[in-house]
């Protein structure tokens, strides 16, 4: 029995901040997601994961007064609104296991 290496296109990869960050630019420039991945050649779902999950950081941060880096008014309503949303689950899911924390004052 022989043991085959997925191929390159199937293994995921690991891509540094700084070029996931000038994608995203290129992406919040104006160009398309899908010019922008078959440019670099990456899938055009890595770009929308990212893109959601610099939304949510984004949002966090904003709800959380993080300070001069990300203001609140870089949040759009869907941001915030997907951000509520991941925090209700992730406190449903402590509850769940008898693992909720006290609400911050």
């Not at 043991?3 to 990869?13: D, G, N, T, V």
């Not at 880096?69 to 509520?84: F, G, K, Q, V, Y």
């Not at 689950?89 to 609400?103: F, H």
Request: glycine share 4%; hydrophobic share 35%.
């Amino acid at each position: 029995m022989t043991i085959q290496q997925p191929s390159e296109a199937l293994m995921s990869r690991s891509y540094p901040p700084e070029f996931r960050r000038k994608v995203l630019d290129l992406v919040t420039s104006g160009r398309k997601v899908a010019e922008v991945a078959q440019l670099l050649g990456i899938s055009d779902k890595t770009i929308y994961v990212w893109r959601r999950q610099h939304r949510l950081r984004r949002a966090e941060a904003a709800l959380s007064d993080a300070g001069p880096a990300l203001a609140a008014d870089e949040c759009t309503p869907r941001d915030i609104a997907d951000t509520t949303r991941v925090k209700a689950t992730r406190a449903a899911a402590l509850r769940s296991r008898g693992k909720a924390r006290r609400p911050r004052k």
